[in-house]
């Protein structure tokens, strides 16, 4: 148990880069997720427009997550630096 925290003390920042990756994959196969059944609607040309509605919002809660995730590691990175 020592070990662990001693090493947690000293690479912070990589278990919080572990953890901010994990949630990265995860807001990419949402933004995956949406696209792909978007684009089935638009390869079969789909004329019922209300049907892609979740797979908007998919997307660009996916691209949101992604971007606040970045940023967020950014903000830490800097904390870091002036420390």
Known sequence: MDFFSDTFV???LLYIGF???VFAA???LIFVRG???GARHLISIDGNDENLNPARIRIVWGILLLLFIFVFWEII???ANIL
């Open 10 to 12: 000293s690479n912070a």
């Open 77 to 79: 990175r800097w904390f």
């Open 26 to 28: 995860i807001s990419v």
């Open 19 to 21: 953890l901010l990756s």
């Open 35 to 37: 696209f792909l059944v």
